[in-house]
């Protein structure tokens, strides 16, 4: 099942003392949980798009609910960073955490649920443009060159 992320579910991630942190700091408000929540939307579904291997939904807004958990332990970690605070070693490591299965969802190894079967409802994404790589071969001698 596919949803929207809530406010709701960054609190549920953060512990009291990074709430008392997040309060204290007069810079923060509900405009920078809303854009750091847009921000770690984003880049989950550039992992999930990347992967190749699931049917995604239309709406930008959407994440699969396996992955729900991790964005957030991103989002907060990423949050704490943006009001200059070093995160404890158990966000580090929730962080670091995220972004292994991240790259596992970005190399196919994990998928994601599809989001429907319905084509109208849901672009496939293999259909992105794959980049494509090639080694360049260049041959160095005395009396040969090429590839320069």
């Not at 929207?4 to 579910?9: A, L, P, R, Y």
């Not at 953060?14 to 929540?37: C, M, P, T, Y």
């Not at 579904?45 to 332990?73: F, H, Q, V, W």
């Not at 070093?86 to 292994?100: G, L, M």
Request: charged share 30%; net charge neutral; hydrophobic share 35%.
């Amino acid at each position: 099942m596919w949803r929207k992320v809530k406010k709701e579910d960054l609190y549920a991630t953060l512990s009291e003392k990074e709430v008392r942190v997040f309060g204290q700091n007069e810079a923060a408000d509900e405009s920078v949980i809303e854009q750091q929540l847009e921000n770690t939307v984003s880049a989950v579904r550039g992992y999930i798009r990347s992967g190749r291997k699931c049917r995604m939904p239309n709406d930008e807004t959407l994440l699969p609910d396996m992955l729900i958990a991790p964005a957030m332990d991103f989002a907060a970690f990423n949050l704490l960073k943006r009001f200059n605070r070093n995160p404890n070693e158990a966000r580090t490591k929730s962080y670091e955490h995220a972004q292994r299965l991240f790259e596992k969802v970005a190399t196919g190894a994990i998928s994601p649920e599809d989001y429907g079967e319905e084509p109208e409802e849901v672009v496939p994404a293999t259909t992105l443009a794959r980049p494509s790589y090639r080694r360049r071969h260049r041959l160095l001698g005395r009396q040969h060159e090429s590839g320069i």
